[in-house]
């Protein structure tokens, strides 16, 4: 199955895209890979909807634990 994930800058935190891959991207130096859950998704889409470019990942993503940088799991598309 395809998952969804939000590629996110390390230096800013801001997302810079979504991809739909069947397995996790690798990470790299410069970016770390985040599951998107749908209710991160139409949180991300309804803000660049109202015009807004940098949106930082913490923004958009339910944190598990107050505090965590920890994202929920994945939303799987189908």
């Known amino acids: 199955m395809i998952s969804a994930y ?4 390390k230096g800013s935190g801001n997302i810079i895209r979504i991809t739909r891959r069947e397995s996790p991207p690798d990470d790299t130096p410069t970016v ?3 599951p998107v859950s749908s209710s991160s998704q139409m949180r991300y889409d309804s803000i660049y909807a109202d015009g807004e470019d940098l949106i930082s990942l913490q923004r958009v993503t339910r944190l598990a634990k107050a505090g965590s940088m920890a994202p929920q799991n994945s939303c799987r598309i189908i």
Do not use: G
């Open 32 to 34: 770390f890979n985040v």
């Open 6 to 9: 939000f590629v996110v800058s």
